[in-house]
């Protein structure tokens, strides 16, 4: 897969990455920019800023959708400028203990409205879920989300292991894609892979459904592991990352 920046409305770019399939956004407004993620460290970061430059002029704005290293360890690369992500963004970079990691500088707890050259864009928290600091960037004008994490794109439409870390709240997430539908918006970016529609969210939320009622089974011990592996939805390897077998 070749890098290329591909037009998803007027001013919305999506940027496709085969190192983990990772897509980072951009959006356009009247002399200014937003970038949404920047890779996995400065180097990276640095060619997706040359990228950029191949869109606009403008100055930019970062969002971060989280903190996993594929999506914010590149700020540097796009400093100084405003860094917006969750809260808990900040705490976890700030806890890696990585000199030369940029911090976020501007927070949300919730929900945050940003003007991108007098684009209205919307930065929303639906609660821990993927992780406990995922933001969602909604473009309103062009009915585009870019969801970050929250939406995993993994043919046949499914998850992975890597999908359910330590900092996953498995019961809190379909309610966030709750809150990624209720956006509206007809594009939805994941944070790898290609964009989806309404119906893949609400395939991926009727698995974790289906997960959460497993791990409650298995908790409550009416099933034991190799019963919830059985029933599960999604292969072994990633049953059990979601419910946490080892």
């Given at each position: 897969?070749?890098?290329?920046w ?12 085969p190192?983990?399939d990772?897509?980072?956004?951009l959006v356009v ?10 890779r ?13 430059r191949?869109v606009?002029?403008h ?8 903190d996993?290293?594929d999506?914010a ?11 917006w ?6 705490r976890e970079?700030?806890?890696r203990?990585k ?18 050259g ?21 473009v309103p004008d062009?009915?585009?989300v870019?969801?970050?994490?929250l939406?995993?794109f ?8 890597e999908?359910?870390g330590?900092?996953t ?22 944070g ?7 119906d893949?969210l ?7 459904d ?7 089974a298995?908790?409550a011990?009416?099933v ?10 999604v292969?072994?390897?990633v049953?059990?990352?979601?419910l946490?077998l080892?």
């Open positions: 897969m070749t890098p290329r591909d037009v998803l409305a007027d001013g919305v770019y999506a940027r496709r990455y190192d983990w990772l897509t980072i956004g407004g009247d002399g200014a920019c937003l970038v949404i993620d920047t996995a460290d400065a180097e990276q970061g640095a060619e997706l800023a040359n990228a950029v191949e606009t002029p100055p930019w704005t970062v969002a971060l959708t989280h996993h290293f999506h360890f590149g700020v540097s690369a796009f400093l100084p400028c405003e860094v992500a969750h809260e808990n963004c900040h970079l700030a806890a203990d000199p030369d990691l940029a911090l976020p500088d501007r927070l949300l707890t919730d929900r945050a409205e940003l003007d991108i007098g684009r209205r864009v919307g930065l929303a928290h639906f609660g821990p879920a993927h992780s406990d600091n995922d933001v969602v960037v909604h062009a009915s585009v870019f969801a970050g994490d939406v995993e993994s043919p046949p439409g499914s998850f992975t292991a999908s359910f330590t900092d709240t498995l019961s809190g997430w379909p309610a966030a894609i709750d809150g990624v539908l209720a956006l509206g918006a007809e594009i939805i970016l994941p790898h892979g290609p964009t989806v529609d309404r893949f609400l395939a991926q939320k009727e698995i974790l289906r997960l959460i009622t497993l791990d409650s298995l908790r011990g009416e034991d592991a190799a019963a919830a592996i059985a029933a599960s939805p292969a072994e390897d049953t059990r990352a979601a946490r080892g």
